[in-house]
């Protein structure tokens, strides 16, 4: 979750630095003068038809960058996963959480992602619990 947040933080960042990159090298080359003499070459377009053109992608970008990061803060805050060590028991398997507290496997799976369980026995443990009766049903 932190690598994800990081990168969506880096991600902002680079944009932002493009964004005043851009900016700066605008003014540096005169874009405005530019697009006067494209005007002026162009004859059949008229200023006040490019500024408003203009002004239009800069606003669409810049919405499509706001709702773009909107969508990454949002699923940034939805996406739950674990990660690192978890202190395990190597007896019950209990885990020990945060807080210190021990809890079972299924509840901390549970509360630390968006894992459910559906519980079932294996032939193993049938075994061990119902010995011989296990074995007489068909299918086993």
Not at 46 to 63: N, Q, S, T
Not at 89 to 113: M, N, P, T
Request: proline share 2%.
């Amino acid at each position: 979750m932190k690598k994800q947040a990081l990168a969506s933080k880096i991600e902002i960042l680079i944009i932002v630095f493009l964004s005043i990159l851009v900016f700066f090298l605008s003014g540096r080359f005169d874009l405005l003068e530019k697009i006067m003499q494209f005007v002026h070459a162009h004859e059949n377009y008229e200023l006040d038809e490019l500024i408003p053109v203009f002004i239009f992608l800069v606003f669409a970008f810049f919405f499509l960058f706001v709702k773009r990061s909107r969508k990454l803060i949002k699923a940034d805050r939805e996406i739950k996963h674990l990660q690192g060590i978890i202190p395990i028991c190597s007896v019950c398997k209990k885990i020990r959480d945060e807080e210190g507290f021990w809890q079972q496997i299924e509840s901390y799976i549970s509360s630390h992602s968006d894992a459910e369980f559906s519980h079932g026995i294996c032939n193993d443990c049938a075994q061990k619990m119902y010995g011989e009766e296990f074995t007489k049903k068909p299918g086993r």
